[in-house]
């Protein structure tokens, strides 16, 4: 894992990033002078990048005064991007080290320059016989005296996305449903957050049917996780609760889904993995927040007696319902974790889903699409945070119309909708199970992607952890 240290100073002969905002700053940045006319020939070719190749190492400069002047999000992302692109130069040079320095215009600037560093050089090579891991491993950070706190923070927050990452990269054949609850019990008790699995035998008892429902195809038993973060200290009233998808693997069932494509089915649980890793970036960063996270977990097959097209299913909470597409798996097994969640009577509840193919058809991997009944100003801050963390929020309508397109014949509701806005009915079908302030949030755009984006690697983005962090840092900030 990169490890990031503050550090005041560049190394001599190290791998330095300097930004810089106007042409005579360059001069602090002990540059030869064939160095100072190189730069200022690509600042006359309106180049904003400049690499310096000195053959030991790399120094890399960049003009922010076109940054200076955005918003505080998109600044943020912009030196993301930059930690991107400065990943690639030292990974493909297999350099060690990188000094990032500060700009006195931004004081957290190189922290977000480090983030987009550490995120992009990412890899999942586990099961390589050759592995040709990339060499940088230490980022050194110039901050505020008075950032070095969020030094910390950073180190905290790039290791829980990338865990998340490294869970929605594992396939189902390394991490079934029993595997994943193990191992998110092993971080739990390693991040001091309380972690009890519900066993197959326990879901039974209390009559979880949609989740039981989906296992049914399945030779792996179903778990239910249940993790708990209350410090001594908080400022919440009562819990807020996460719930994460966690289909270990989505075949669609009995109505199976075509081979094309369906490899990427173990990102189903990226839901799972986002609402973990977050729990356990809110205890490492020790936020005086009481949260729960719940995560049912099974994986979706066809089998002699998987559950079948017709089914009438008696879910947790006593309502039933028809299954009219056993690939609409997802709010089945989410919908008795959402009426679990009133047991803890929560100020809110936030699932995460890689829940709709038409979610992802919609905006594609470039946000998130949320709805629910939370208050406006819940939403509000959540959509901020979606912003200044850039996994950005899309809010869908969530009128009352919609909830027409679930109705059943024979059982209270159905488990698909119509053709049209799919996305919204599977909110909706949601909403039946929910009695407090509540919002979805449909990650299956962006939580597996086919091809690397600036700092989001190629596979597991790890996409709602940053999102969660952001804003349980917002909402506890003094
Ligand atoms: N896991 C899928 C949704 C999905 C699609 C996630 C693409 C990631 C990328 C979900 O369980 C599913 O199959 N949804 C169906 C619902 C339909 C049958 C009503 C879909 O979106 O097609
Ligand atoms: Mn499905
Ligand atoms: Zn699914």
Partial sequence: MIQFTYSEKAKANKSAVYLFSKSNELQNFTLSKDEISYVDKKLKEEEKFIAINRFTHFIFLHQIAEIEGKSEAAKREKYRGLGAKIAQTLVAHQYSEVWIGNHESNPSASLFVAEGTALAIYQFIKYKSDKKENTLKSILVQTDKNQKAEIAGLQILVEETLRARDWVNEPVSHLDAVEFAKQIKT??????????????????????????????????????????????????????????KGVVYDTGGLSLKPTAGMDTMKCDMAGAAAVAAGIFAIARNKLPLHVVALIPATDNRPGEIAYTPGDVIHMYDGQ???????????????????????????????????????????????????????????????????????????????????????????????????????????????????????????????????????????????????????WAKQLTKK
């Fill in 320 to 470: 039933t319902v028809e299954v009219l597409n056993t690939d609409a798996e997802g709010r089945m097994i989410l919908a008795d974790a959402l009426a679990y969640a009133q047991k803890y009577d929560p100020e809110m509840v936030l699932d995460f889903a890689t829940l709709t193919g038409a979610a992802a058809a919609a905006i594609g991997a470039y946000g998130i699409v949320c709805m629910g009944t939370a208050s406006e100003e819940q939403k509000l801050k959540m959509k901020t945070a979606g912003e200044l963390a850039h996994e950005r929020l899309v809010e869908f309508p969530f009128w009352e119309d919609y909830a027409a397109l679930i109705k059943s014949d024979i059982a209270d509701m159905k488990n698909i909708g119509g053709p049209v806005a799919g996305a919204i009915t599977a909110g909706k079908f949601l909403e039946k199970f929910t009695k407090y302030p509540w919002m979805h949030f449909d990650i299956a755009g962006p939580a597996f992607i086919s091809a690397n984006d600036t700092y989001k690697t190629k596979g597991g983005t790890g996409v709602g952890v940053r999102l969660l962090v952001e």
């Fill in 187 to 244: 971080a739990a008790k390693q991040n001091g957050v309380a972690c009890e699995v519900l066993n197959k035998k326990q879901i039974e008892t209390l009559k979880m049917g949609g989740l039981l429902a989906v296992n049914k195809g399945s030779k792996t038993p179903p778990t239910f996780t249940i993790l708990e973060y209350k410090p001594s200290k908080f400022s919440n009233k009562k819990p807020i609760v996460l719930v994460g």
